[in-house]
């Protein structure tokens, strides 16, 4: 009956993507360098689970389903957000839509914060 | 605007991290030692995670404020959370948490528990909750004075179980929930190609996108919480479970509340019954099913025609059976009323006891949990 056992698992991985994202925009999208790589292998992995079953991670169910209902990208647009962060592409479009993705996880983090945490 | 902003307010932060530092007593027992530790890490990472922050504002090298922002109010929850919780508990952690701590260290041996026993605090604003990463629990103030709850400590014991990672002790239990899982989302894709083939009303549509966002985090993890509950000691939790039911008045079928994180109270039952059938517990199951019939007529509430459609027999069963494994799997103990394990005896005789003589049970109660005092005191002077 706990609320903030509840949710704190979820709302760690929450937290730990939206910071993923986030490290990924400070960064800069053609920053390649390594520090920075294994943060954008991360996320690539996961964009791309969000278009196809292979190379799902279980552990992230839950995110990709609420990814995939709550962030309207199409499936290839997925496809592509994944492919820049692999190849470093940083035009307009790919800051656009990793800076939207960036946005609704972070506000979903914050309302499952108040949820847990109360206001 | 902004980086003024953040100029000044992560500079405050800084400084209110440091005095919940300064604040942590210098005088805690050894059982609180990790959760110190705990709390010092995860200060030390918030502190320098603002003081990345702070440079990046200061040198404006970014013109990305709204990551900016975003990195800081993070960093804010963060602090928030950890002084609502880990800091407070060792400001304010009372002697009678020992009866608590003892217990818990009891319980982890009886079952034979694969990680640390947590500690507990008596500060609950909220029922019985966990913080898995602080391994800190808490309970409401008066809790270590009663027995008839204490059950749902098992249940707070399974949150840890699915939430820490990279231990591979942990495997069995999360790969029969994501084993689990899989079976939800297909259940969940089997309505929503109904739903689209039909023309029903547009609230159904609703109800199931808020069943898709409450599944797997909320729901699924608690009956699985429920299911180790139920393993691990037997018919007094779902005794516990129904007298809380009974205790607080809300719809056991509700569906229809979006912000509820807990699946409905009905459906938990089923659950913990079918448990206790898989676990060869079939007369207590019968037993609690009797009162709980009885309940629900009292109640006179019924489960809305979507009711069954969100939580079907077969779907909880899987559910139940997939956890069952995950428990065996851990190598936990099973509950077992012939076994050697005080802790769970007592809570069933507890239960037993209220309901053979309920106007005598306070007064058997308070006997009992002078004899767990007892225990607890001598443990403190021969560990």
Known sequence: MSDLGLYSGWYAQLREYSELVDQVLLAGLANLEPHTAASRKRLAKLFRSLVGKADTDPTLASLRIWMSRHIKLSPSQWQMLSEALIQGSSDNATVQQLEEVARKLDLYRAQVFYDMRGR | MLSLYLAGSVAQLQLRAQRLVGRIPRDLPREYAALEQACRTQINAIVAGLGRLADDTRDNKSKRQSVQLRVFRRLVADLDILEATGIMALTRRHSDDHLLNHLIEQIRNEIRYPLAAPVVSSLSQ??????????????????????????????????????????????????????????????????????????????????????????????????????????????????????????????????????????????????????????????????????????????????????????????????????????????????????????????????????????????????????????????????
């Open chain 2, 126 to 383: 909220q029922y019985f909750q966990i913080k898995s990463d602080l391994n800190l629990l808490f309970v409401p103030l008066a809790e270590g004075d009663f027995l008839l709850h204490l059950p749902d400590l098992y249940h707070e014991l399974a949150h840890p179980l699915l939430s820490v990672v990279n231990d591979p002790a942990l495997d069995p239990f999360q790969n029969a929930f994501y084993r689990a899982a899989d079976h939800v989302m297909c259940h969940l894709d089997e309505l929503e190609r109904r739903e689209s083939r039909r023309y029903g009303p547009k609230a159904y549509g609703i109800l199931l996108k808020q069943w898709a966002d409450a599944w797997i985090p909320f729901w699924l993890t608690e009956l699985f919480c429920d299911a180790f509950a139920t393993c691990t000691l037997g018919a007094a939790y779902a005794w516990a479970h129904l007298h809380l039911i009974a205790k607080r008045g809300d719809n056991p079928f509700e569906i229809w509340s979006g912000a509820r994180s807990h699946p409905p109270d009905e459906a938990r039952l089923r659950v913990m019954l079918l448990c206790l059938e898989k676990c060869g517990e079939g007369f207590a199951a019968g037993r609690v099913r009797k009162q709980w019939n009885e309940f629900k007529s009292e109640i006179e509430l019924e489960p809305e025609p979507e009711y069954p459609r969100c939580l079907p027999d077969a779907l909880l069963s899987t559910i139940a059976t997939e956890a069952k494994i995950g428990v065996e799997g851990l190598g936990c103990r099973l509950a077992d009323s012939q076994g050697n394990q005080p802790v769970s005896q007592l809570l069933n005789a507890a239960w037993e006891q209220f309901w053979a003589a309920p106007e005598s049970y306070v007064d058997w109660e308070r006997t009992e949990i002078e004899k767990l005092r007892l225990q607890a005191r001598q443990s403190r002077v021969h560990p």
